[in-house]
């Protein structure tokens, strides 16, 4: 292991909800959640005023309504975070030609390969700036810390949250993680926690003190004796790069067929926990267990199943293979069997929920709609009657009303939307409502969360002009005036593709179509942003 912490892990601060806060200026200081609005939606993201009330995230949304009520519960915008996440991703690659990403918000970098830091001071500085650049390039805080491993490191921004930097100095290790709970080490989630508790195991000095023979005896060999270096400090995994592997899988062929069907689920088990051991190794989780069964013919078969979402779970995984295994002839014997898990994940718990919510959320609409559902905390309960909605005006996404400028979906149901008219720039705004088909209001794309400068005269001039139809015609209600430009360009022009409801150009760009400082929408931008 390293004898500096050169290993840096960066975690933006409850990343969803503040970057929603920051777009919205009348949810700073306020309890905001983001996630699946629907009935089985769950929370991604909640801001740390929603957190006082005992809301996280992966929490039914349900029960996050009932510990915070007046919270706003909004749905996620992909398409901002995956430019904020870019943004900072390219503050890390400015660092180190090895930055690891583990989610939108999440990575780590090593600072040595950068050469940019060689001991404690060193690193410290280029942790303190890199939060100083994240600040000013997006608006946002993120926490930073510094080790000589990955693990250290990841532990010391969760302890530096929020906005803060904590650098573990190496030979401090073992002290500082003792005391702390099991949970605290990767790998460690609620069913081993618990497993281990019953072994009279609570805290990663107890992991230590153990041993390994005990912990392999408890966990298995792999997850086992990784566990128990890592309550040791011990933990050499590089910063890697280079993410692109698809899947990872294992198998073993037999000397000898087996005929025995309760050895071949042994042996499936026994390479689902080696699976599982390279998957965690890399840090990933995957969506699709795949077995391989060739059997004494020579015949090779797989067979596989698709999870509702990825995972890194011994118990599920091998649950999966056996379930898979079920429907496998293996009575002529098997001469080799494989394990393998594709679909891999880069993503923590807390985007894969959001994922999840996102690819739900068209379905929710629709159902929303047609329960004429208000979406607004305040909007009261579900409505029986079933309300015909042409377009899907989700809670928190961009709208840009002719008349009024740009703003946000506050809420709709009962065929009315209730749209806040208010940007990243401005002061917090007002409350309009409308009906659902009003058509002076579109969907727009994502203000970015900091005035680019060259946008920033503009938009003084605009609030010189506020509250003036000059001011309107200036400022926020020329972004219609693009989108309806835009949309021309895109009539004369069907190669835009998927895009061809979306706006091309950024509402708040004063330029005209095509402009260098107007870039277009990303392609997955385009369906989801369609307004039928
Ligand atoms: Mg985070």
Redesign the pocket.
């Known amino acids: 292991m390293r004898t500096a912490p050169t290993i840096l892990h960066l975690?933006?601060?409850?990343?969803f909800a503040a970057a929603e806060q920051a777009a919205k200026p009348s949810l700073r200081g306020k309890a905001v959640v983001v996630g699946g609005l629907g009935l089985r939606g769950v929370v991604s993201?909640a801001s740390y005023e929603a957190r006082v009330f005992g809301v996280h995230s992966a929490m039914p949304m349900a029960q996050a309504r009932r510990l915070a009520p007046n919270a706003a519960y909004l749905t996620p915008r992909f398409t901002l975070y995956k430019e904020v996440s870019e943004q900072v991703m390219g503050l890390l690659g400015k660092l180190s030609p090895l930055v690891e990403p583990l989610?939108l918000?999440?990575a780590f970098v090593d600072l040595e390969a950068g050469g940019v830091a060689a001991d404690s001071a060193s690193a410290r500085a280029v942790g303190e700036r890199l939060r100083a650049d994240i600040r000013a390039v997006t608006g946002l805080t993120?926490s930073v810390g510094l080790a000589a491993s990955k693990m250290l490191a990841k532990i010391g921004s969760e302890r530096a949250k929020p906005d803060g930097l904590v650098l573990i100095e190496p030979g401090t290790e073992r002290a500082l993680l003792g005391p702390l709970s099991v949970r605290t080490l990767p790998g460690v989630g609620p069913a081993t926690g618990d497993h281990l508790r019953r072994a009279g195991i609570t805290t990663v000095e107890e992991i230590a003190g153990a041993g390994q023979d005990e912990l392999v005896r408890l966990l298995g060999k792999a997850h086992g004796a990784a566990l128990h270096a890592m309550a040791l400090a011990r933990d050499e995994r590089p910063v890697v790069a280079e993410r692109d592997s698809k899947s990872v899988s294992v198998e073993d062929t037999y000397d000898v067929d087996i005929h025995d069907r309760v050895r071949v689920r042994a042996e499936l088990a026994r390479l689902a926990d080696r699976c599982v051991g390279r998957l965690r190794g890399a840090g990933r989780s995957g969506r699709t267990v795949v077995i391989k069964v060739r059997r004494f013919d020579f015949s090779t078969l797989t067979r596989s199943e698709t999870l509702r979402g990825p995972t890194d779970d011994p118990g599920v995984i091998r649950e999966a293979a056996a379930r898979l295994l079920e429907a496998v002839d293996t009575t002529g014997g098997v001469r080799l069997l494989g394990v393998g898990v594709t679909g891999l994940a880069d993503f923590t718990q807390?985007d894969l929920f959001a994922q999840a919510a996102g690819e739900r959320a068209e379905a929710e609409a629709a159902a929303l709609a047609a329960a004429g559902e208000a979406v607004r905390e305040d909007e009261g309960e579900a409505r029986p009657e079933p309300v015909p909605e042409e377009r899907h005006w989700r809670a928190g996404h961009d709208v840009t009303h002719l008349r009024h400028g740009a703003g946000w979906v506050q809420g709709s149901g009962v065929g009315r939307v209730t749209v806040r008219f208010e940007t990243p720039y401005s002061e917090p705004g007002r409350v309009r409502t409308f009906l659902v088909d009003d058509p002076e209001l579109t969907l727009s794309l994502p203000l970015p969360l900091v005035q680019r400068p060259e946008e920033s005269d503009e938009s003084d001039e605009a609030e010189e002009a506020e509250e003036t139809d000059q001011g309107q015609e200036q400022g926020q209600g020329q972004g219609h005036r693009q989108d309806l430009e835009s949309l021309q360009v895109q009539e004369r022009d069907p190669d835009r593709g998927q895009a061809s409801s979306a706006p091309a150009i950024r509402p708040n760009s004063r330029s005209g179509g095509g402009s260098g400082a107007a870039p277009g929408p990303s392609p997955a931008a385009g369906p989801e942003r369609s307004s039928p």
Not at 11 to 15: I, K, L, N, S
């Open positions: 975690d933006m601060d409850a990343f993201t989610s918000d999440e993120g807390e």
